[in-house]
């Protein structure tokens, strides 16, 4: 446990208090939750907050391009069971929201933060995490981000020698050759369906060869490393060999592996394998994911997809044809501007939907859809394609800022 420490000086005691008031102003105006205004203003009066207020705190950091949110929200329900928690649970997850996040925590025993990838390793400099989740690397926003092997290399280079337990995903490729830099890493087979950012080995540029899942280089040598957690079916098999249940409301194959490594993370703070997988069943929605709302007198189930990968994983969630299916995409900054994404995304398996394009890009994702044979109809709104979708319930996926233009439409 984090030891007791000096409480904080006036100026960082005023930081916290002007960034409260900035936020507070903010939701007032109607201009979202104002953590990530609150948490800049904190940080121009004093730029050494994040780390002052993380000093008190057993901090766990989780990075990946998908799953990040679910996971820390996963994480932060586990270790409950232990000790008060502190989270960005809404996903403010750069220096500025992290900071406005901790500033509410000042009873909190474990922080438990998500983090953008492009951002881990120098918040985990300030925060002197205890433990560190990496869970994906794969293409997203490839306007801001760039190419996946840079984004792990600067992890690589981020995390060498860290006093921090490493709990990384043995089935990506990045995230292995990322996390070797660290002295301590708890290796977890949490699967990994996307696969296209991983055919060439990170550590020489050779092709990698896929056996079974025992990925390996034949150049080089680099090669999975044995896990000591694994996801198996329903179940989370633990270092020793036994098997727990997985009991969520949240639904796929890829959060029963957001599940595995959550609960190899509370494991590393001494929270059993059943408590934390009992705990993480009271998680039905993350931030608006998977929620069903009732709108216009028919049931939408919300979807998140961000990139490739994930609407990889989605389309595994569906509710099988005819269930119709809306397509929201936009292309703003927080989503970044680049939809060259749409065509690594294979659409051929919405085969047999009735499909509804929305969104700023619909024309974009329109001439994909045509381009895989697919029938669909482009609509304005969501109340148009709501209108023309057949009964029944109706499936939506957006990525980020179609997802929340959604849920403020629907009163979500």
Partial sequence: MAGNTEPLSPRAKLAVTAGKAAAAVSRAAGRGSGSVIGGKVALRLD????????????????????????????????????????????????????????????DARYGVIEVDEKYLAGVARDTTPKAIALLNLSRDQLDRAGETRMLAEKWREGLAGT????????????????????????????????????????????????????????????????????????????????????????????????????????????????????????????????????????ELRL??????????????????????????????GADGTDTSWLWDVDYTRLAGHPIFVIGDRKLDLAVRLEVANQQFRVCETVDEAIQYAPQGRIELIGNYTAFQDVRRRVGN
């Avoid at 069943?281 to 931030?287: G, I, L, P």
Wanted: proline fraction near 8%; hydrophobic fraction near 45%; include cysteine.
């Fill in 47 to 106: 730029p050494d907050l994040l780390g002052r207020l993380a000093q008190h705190l057993d901090v766990i950091l989780v990075s990946a391009t998908n799953g990040k949110t679910t996971t820390t929200r996963l994480i932060a329900e586990a270790l409950r069971a232990s000790g008060p928690v502190v989270s960005n649970a809404l996903g403010a997850n750069m220096p500025a929201g992290i900071t406005s996040a901790l500033a509410g925590g000042s």
């Fill in 163 to 298: 006093k921090a337990v490493v709990i990384a995903n043995a089935d990506d490729p990045l995230v292995v050759w990322a996390a070797s830099s660290s002295p301590t890493v708890v290796w977890v087979a949490a699967g990994q369906e996307w696969r296209d950012d991983a055919w060439s080995c990170p550590s020489c540029g050779g092709v990698l060869q896929w056996p079974n899942d025992e990925w390996f280089c034949a150049d080089c040598g680099f090669r999975r490393p044995a896990p000591s957690w694994a996801l198996s079916g329903d179940h989370v098999l633990d270092p020793h060999g036994s098997a727990w249940p997985i009991h969520l409301q949240l639904p796929g194959r890829a959060n029963k592996a957001n599940a595995t490594t959550s609960a190899a993370v509370a494991a590393t703070f001494g929270v059993p394998p059943q408590v934390a997988l009992e705990r993480m069943y009271s998680v039905q929605a993350v931030a608006g994911r998977y929620d069903v709302v009732s709108y216009l007198g028919r």
């Fill in 303 to 332: 979807l998140l997809a961000k990139n490739p990968a994930g609407w990889l994983e989605t389309f595994s969630l569906i509710d099988p044809p005819p269930t119709p299916v809306i397509l929201a995409v936009n292309a703003r």
